[in-house]
């Protein structure tokens, strides 16, 4: 009786990869239905996020009328505050979850090798839609993009000039103060692109912010098509490498949630060194300076194909003529980029515009901002510009000599690992730190990332979506003054959501790494000879 019913269970059970839960570790080898539960959980996490941010005064977002198609003020100032508690605990509840459910599901594939790629295209199809559907999230930048789209539509250049030079308009008003006047520092491509969007949306604000948003999918989803055979060509399983890298909460929130244009920027990337890496170097050149025509970091590629373009344990004398014919490949395409846009190279001489915010999460800004400080507080009349311009400069030196040396230092250490590290570090010792820039070297580090590595890149993935996130400050000042019972309630619900079990496959396993092997230069791989 019991065997008919189980029988009677199974046969009624819905079909398809994202319903259910299978135990893990009785599942046969082809069955992955044990990824149903996290599929769903992982969503619910996310919708969570987007109802939370989408509510009336929801600091996660743009309060400003106009700016999305629903939950924006009808006017300016007439703003409730009677979700806000709510819109806060949903937003870091679905935050928690969404940590938990990722992490698990490493541990997981970590644990059961050669997960078919389309059940994690499943979910990632799944875990898209309520960051589509919602307004752009914890950052503004996307309205300085159309901004900056418009002016090109209208012939304007934006190396030239701030979106205020177009006036008051639904284009310019929801643009951060502090971009106003300020010149663009990304490349023609991606102003390009940008301009066509603001034609093609017949200038609505809200078409060519939704078209960027798509534009931010279309990267994520070229390096969701590139990064299982650069995990392939480095002998490791595809499936954990997909999670890393486009299943990360990072990239989802910061990248496709905030509509960056970091996300074509790093799809690009990662195109042109897996093509590279498949013995197409001049293709993955030229793929790392279109990544490099949206913006300039990505033009460390370009430098690492060339320097690895011979293959491994080659004199640095014998690298310098293809570490120039790889640069004059990129500068030819970035002076077609440049003609064809008719912008010219106005970008390179704006590139330290974003250094304009002072963030205490930079840690050369940081020491700048804490020992100006120090000497005012000491009675030393010195200039908080001056001693900040010193202490970033130190952190670009520290940075660009850490990146001779793991250039220098790549046979041994892995051409891709020392790319990726050193785009962390000009990240880290930067001017300004900024969630979505993390993703520029997790991303290329998920493929060879062992160890205390794969560690890091779990932990910064985990942890990033929570840095200067907006809401933080609300979110004290509603505990403090709001009802007891309501305050109670919302920490109860948080603490459920960290402690509630999620099942069997999210189970602490001891996960064994795997051999280490030799790093293989991009030159080489298992599949290819030298270039």
Same mark, same amino acid.
């Given at each position: 009786?019991?065997?008919?019913?189980? %029988?009677?269970?199974?046969?009624?059970?819905?079909?398809?990869?994202?319903?259910?839960?299978?135990?893990?570790?009785?599942?046969?080898?082809?069955?992955?239905?044990? *990824?149903?539960?996290?599929?769903?959980?992982?969503?619910?996490?996310?919708?969570?996020?987007?109802?939370?941010?989408?509510?009336?005064?929801?600091?996660?977002?743009?309060?400003?009328?106009?700016?999305?198609?629903?939950?924006?003020?009808?006017? +300016?100032?007439?703003?409730?505050?009677?979700? $806000?508690?709510?819109?806060?605990?949903? %937003?870091?509840?679905?935050?928690?979850?969404?940590?938990?459910?990722?992490?698990?599901?490493?541990?997981?594939?970590?644990?059961?090798? @050669?997960?078919?790629?389309?059940?994690?295209?499943?979910?990632?199809?799944?875990?898209?839609?309520?960051?589509?559907?919602? !307004?752009?999230?914890?950052?503004?930048?996307?309205?300085?993009?159309?901004?900056?789209?418009?002016?090109?539509?209208?012939?304007?250049?934006?190396?030239?000039?701030?979106?205020?030079?177009?006036?008051?308009?639904?284009?310019?008003? =929801?643009?951060?103060?502090?971009?106003?006047?300020?010149?663009?520092?990304?490349? =023609?491509?991606?102003?390009?692109?940008?301009?066509?969007?603001?034609?093609?949306?017949?200038?609505?604000?809200?078409?060519?912010?939704?078209?960027?948003?798509?534009?931010?999918?279309?990267?994520?989803?070229?390096?969701?098509?590139?990064?299982?055979? $650069?995990?392939?060509?480095?002998?490791?399983? =595809?499936?954990?490498?997909?999670?890393?890298?486009? *299943?990360?909460?990072?990239?989802?929130?910061?990248?496709?949630?905030?509509?960056?244009?970091?996300?074509?920027?790093? @799809?690009?990337?990662?195109?042109?060194?897996?093509?590279?890496?498949?013995?197409?170097? %001049?293709?993955?050149?030229?793929?790392?300076?279109?990544?490099?025509?949206?913006?300039?970091? !990505?033009?460390?590629?370009?430098?690492?194909?060339?320097?690895?373009?011979?293959?491994?344990?080659?004199?640095?004398? +014998?690298?310098?003529?293809?570490?120039?014919?790889?640069?004059?490949?990129?500068?030819?395409?970035?002076?077609?980029?440049?003609?064809? &846009?008719?912008?010219?190279?106005?970008?390179?001489?704006?590139?330290?515009?974003?250094?304009?915010?002072?963030?205490?999460?930079?840690?050369?800004?940081?020491?700048?901002?804490?020992?100006?400080?120090?000497?005012?507080?000491?009675?030393? +009349?010195?200039?908080?510009? @001056?001693?900040?311009?010193?202490?970033?400069?130190?952190?670009? !030196?520290?940075? /660009?000599?850490? /990146?001779?040396?793991?250039?220098?230092?790549?046979?041994?250490?892995?051409?891709?690992?020392? $790319?990726?590290?050193?785009?962390?570090?000009?990240?880290?010792?930067?001017?300004?730190?900024?969630?979505?820039?993390?993703?520029?070297?997790?991303?290329?580090?998920?493929?060879?990332?062992? /160890?205390?590595?794969?560690?890091?890149?779990?932990?910064? &993935?985990?942890? @990033?979506?929570?840095?200067?996130?907006?809401?933080?400050?609300?979110?004290?000042? +509603?505990?403090?003054?709001?009802?007891?019972?309501?305050? !109670?309630?919302?920490? $109860?619900?948080?603490?459920?959501?960290?402690?509630?079990?999620? /099942?069997?496959?999210?189970?602490?396993?001891?996960?064994?790494?795997?051999?280490?092997?030799?790093?293989?230069?991009?030159?080489?791989?298992?599949?290819?000879?030298?270039?």
């Amino acid at each position: 009786m019991v065997l008919q019913a189980e %029988v009677l269970r199974v046969r009624l059970a819905p079909p398809g990869v994202l319903a259910g839960n299978v135990d893990p570790d009785r599942a046969s080898a082809d069955d992955w239905g044990f *990824l149903r539960r996290p599929a769903l959980i992982g969503f619910l996490a996310l919708v969570a996020i987007g109802v939370g941010a989408s509510l009336d005064s929801s600091p996660f977002k743009l309060e400003m009328p106009g700016t999305w198609f629903f939950g924006e003020p009808a006017q +300016q100032g007439a703003t409730s505050t009677s979700f $806000l508690l709510f819109g806060l605990v949903a %937003v870091y509840g679905g935050l928690v979850l969404l940590a938990r459910v990722w992490y698990g599901m490493t541990r997981a594939l970590a644990r059961r090798p @050669g997960a078919p790629i389309k059940h994690l295209w499943l979910i990632f199809g799944l875990w898209l839609l309520p960051v589509l559907v919602i !307004a752009p999230i914890f950052s503004r930048d996307v309205f300085s993009y159309a901004a900056q789209g418009e002016m090109v539509s209208r012939h304007i250049n934006p190396y030239d000039y701030g979106p205020y030079t177009l006036g008051a308009g639904p284009y310019v008003n =929801p643009v951060d103060s502090l971009w106003l006047n300020a010149p663009a520092p990304y490349g =023609p491509l991606f102003l390009m692109i940008d301009g066509f969007f603001a034609s093609a949306s017949f200038h609505h604000m809200l078409v060519t912010v939704v078209l960027l948003r798509l534009l931010a999918v279309a990267g994520v989803v070229l390096i969701g098509v590139s990064i299982p055979s $650069l995990a392939r060509s480095f002998g490791k399983d =595809p499936g954990p490498i997909f999670l890393l890298a486009v *299943l990360n909460p990072l990239v989802l929130l910061t990248l496709i949630g905030s509509a960056h244009n970091d996300a074509i920027m790093l @799809g690009l990337l990662v195109a042109g060194v897996a093509v590279a890496r498949n013995r197409h170097p %001049v293709l993955g050149i030229v793929l790392c300076a279109l990544a490099t025509a949206i913006k300039a970091p !990505a033009g460390l590629g370009v430098l690492y194909l060339g320097w690895e373009w011979l293959g491994p344990n080659v004199p640095w004398r +014998q690298r310098v003529r293809p570490v120039l014919t790889a640069g004059l490949i990129a500068l030819a395409v970035l002076a077609l980029c440049s003609a064809v &846009s008719g912008l010219g190279w106005g970008w390179v001489a704006n590139l330290e515009t974003p250094g304009t915010v002072r963030s205490w999460l930079a840690p050369t800004t940081a020491l700048g901002l804490g020992t100006s400080g120090l000497f005012h507080t000491l009675g030393w +009349q010195v200039s908080t510009s @001056g001693v900040l311009s010193v202490a970033r400069v130190l952190g670009f !030196a520290v940075a /660009g000599a850490a /990146g001779v040396y793991l250039l220098r230092a790549s046979d041994r250490i892995g051409g891709l690992k020392a $790319l990726a590290i050193t785009l962390l570090l000009f990240v880290v010792l930067g001017p300004i730190v900024q969630q979505w820039y993390l993703t520029w070297g997790l991303v290329l580090l998920a493929p060879v990332a062992e /160890g205390r590595w794969r560690s890091l890149v779990i932990a910064v &993935s985990v942890l @990033g979506p929570f840095l200067g996130l907006p809401g933080g400050r609300v979110l004290v000042d +509603q505990l403090l003054h709001s009802d007891p019972i309501s305050v !109670a309630l919302g920490l $109860l619900g948080l603490l459920g959501v960290l402690l509630v079990p999620l /099942g069997r496959w999210s189970a602490s396993w001891r996960w064994e790494p795997p051999e280490q092997q030799e790093p293989e230069s991009w030159g080489r791989s298992p599949r290819a000879a030298a270039y």
